[in-house]
């Protein structure tokens, strides 16, 4: 059994910083990709970024240059800093993991974690 669990999210002004973290657990061996995703009230949820297991990146362009995804491999853990908020970020963010199994690579998804940018 796999769980992922974000924390960090919560209310911030326009023009702050937040860092999201979502930490893996249960039977792992390792872990491919990790990334993020959003979903804004009323919309789809979108891309974030990605990381994978050797650190290569990329980022969504509505957020490149703003946010930055990390990882440590030893907490089985990814990172978002999230810089130069503003309204449109708000949303409730989600992590997954690519996480190989005895019956082949499997996605996991978080519960998720809300980020508000509001003054």
């Known amino acids: 059994q796999v769980q992922l669990v974000e924390s960090g999210g919560g209310l911030v002004q326009p023009g702050g910083s937040l860092r999201l973290s979502c930490a893996a657990s249960g039977n792992i061996f390792s872990i491919n990709r990790m990334g993020w995703y959003r979903q804004a009230p009323g919309k789809q949820r979108e891309y974030v970024a990605i990381?994978?297991?050797?650190?290569?990146?990329n980022y969504a362009d509505s957020v490149k240059g703003q946010f930055t995804i990390s990882r440590d491999n030893a907490k089985n853990t990814v990172y978002l800093q999230m810089n130069s908020l503003r309204p449109e970020d708000t949303a409730i963010y989600y992590c997954n993991a690519d996480i190989p199994t005895q019956f082949g690579n499997r996605v996991y998804w978080g519960q998720g974690t809300q980020v508000t940018v509001s003054s």
């Open positions: 990381i994978t297991s050797s650190g290569s990146t």
